[in-house]
């Protein structure tokens, strides 16, 4: 308790400034959870691709010396 007085800072005001929108940075070792879907993601609305997945992609003729 007297080390909270010296640094200016009690337990009551640290617990309302938590809850006024000071949201504390997310450790980066823990996954995100929750989160919306990116909707740029969806690859319904584009519809199929020029290329199929089961084709390879054609490689390009290397010149010979």
């Known amino acids: 308790m007297e080390a909270e007085k010296e640094a200016g800072v ?16 997310r450790r980066k070792d823990t996954p995100v959870l ?5 909707p740029r993601c969806e690859s ?3 519809g199929p691709s020029s290329r199929s997945p089961g084709r390879p992609r054609e490689r390009r003729k290397e010149l010979e010396p």
């Open 44 to 46: 319904d609305e584009r």
């Open 10 to 25: 009690t337990l009551a005001e640290r617990a309302n400034q938590d809850e006024h929108g000071q949201k504390k940075p």
């Open 34 to 38: 929750h989160t919306p879907p990116n």
